[in-house]
């Protein structure tokens, strides 16, 4: 855990949780219950926060965030569509017993068009690379977990910007195919038990090495069963944004 991913995962749960609302009411109450409530799952330790400035700095970089949405709704004031369960999830392939899940953050729902919008939340202050496959693996779930087309994609850099960011639509066809075919080589590598890591070593895996290196501190089990480490030594914000 580290101060970044705290606030990036406290401001989405309050951002996806306004989804639910009726459009009309979405943003008549101020969102700051809900916020402080959260909060208190990753004050202190929890969040990666070393002293009480650092967290009190990190805490007002999460509620300008979601001032800025509430002053600018912009998509998230129309009408919106959940897909039913908290894990969206398909097979890629029965045989293979490969399953792609994933959580979309917005869905925005086109009347006229029965046709829907992704939004992606990014709080972190760098934007993502052209090549990620975060955008074309929430458009094949939602064109496979719901009957609606997809005709838009936007990621929203809530430090950034007011209003979210289009992209370009994949083919989804051609995006299957080359998920599928990373995919596969995990599921060998699992099989084989072999991790040949392409890059001999990255970013990625540095947190988890510095578990087994014993170069964490165990903090706590957060709500989902989950352990949560935090590094001895705080990571640099490059590095916290990158991760995001």
């Known amino acids: 855990m580290t101060p970044s991913l705290a606030v990036g995962q406290t401001v ?5 949780s306004l989804s639910v609302l009726p459009k ?10 809900k916020f402080d409530k959260l909060w208190q799952k990753i004050t202190g330790k929890k969040g990666g926060f070393r002293t009480s400035k650092e967290e009190a700095n990190y805490y ?53 068009s029965q046709a829907i919008h992704i939004i ?39 430090q950034l910007e007011k209003s979210p960011t289009a992209m370009s639509l994949t083919n989804s066809v051609e995006k299957e195919i080359e998920i599928f075919s990373i ?4 599921s060998l590598a699992r099989k084989l038990e072999r991790f040949k890591c392409p890059y001999d070593g990255c970013k990625y895996c540095q947190p988890y090495e510095k578990i087994l290196l014993e170069e964490t501190e165990f903090v706590a089990t957060d709500e989902r069963g989950k352990d949560i480490f935090i590094a001895k030594h705080t990571l640099s914000p490059e590095y916290e944004s990158e991760i995001l």
């Not at 989405?12 to 996806?16: I, S, T, W």
């Not at 009309?24 to 219950?33: D, G, I, K, L, V």
């Not at 995919?183 to 995990?186: E, G, I, R, T």
């Open 183 to 186: 995919a596969k080589q995990v």
């Open 24 to 33: 009309e009411t979405r943003f008549n109450n101020p969102p700051w219950e």
């Open 120 to 158: 992606d939340f990014k709080t972190g202050g760098r934007k993502e690379e052209s090549d990620s496959l975060q955008l074309p693996i929430y458009q094949l779930l939602a064109e496979h977990c719901q009957a609606r087309p997809v005709t838009k994609v936007s990621y929203w850099y809530l």
């Open 12 to 16: 989405h749960e309050v951002l996806e």
């Open 60 to 112: 007002l970089l999460a509620r300008e965030m979601i001032s800025k949405v509430f002053k600018n709704p912009g998509p998230l004031v129309n009408l919106a569509v959940k897909i039913k369960g908290d894990l969206p999830q398909y097979y890629l392939s029965e045989d293979e017993n490969i399953i792609l899940c994933g959580r979309i953050d917005w869905m925005e729902y086109f009347p006229a």
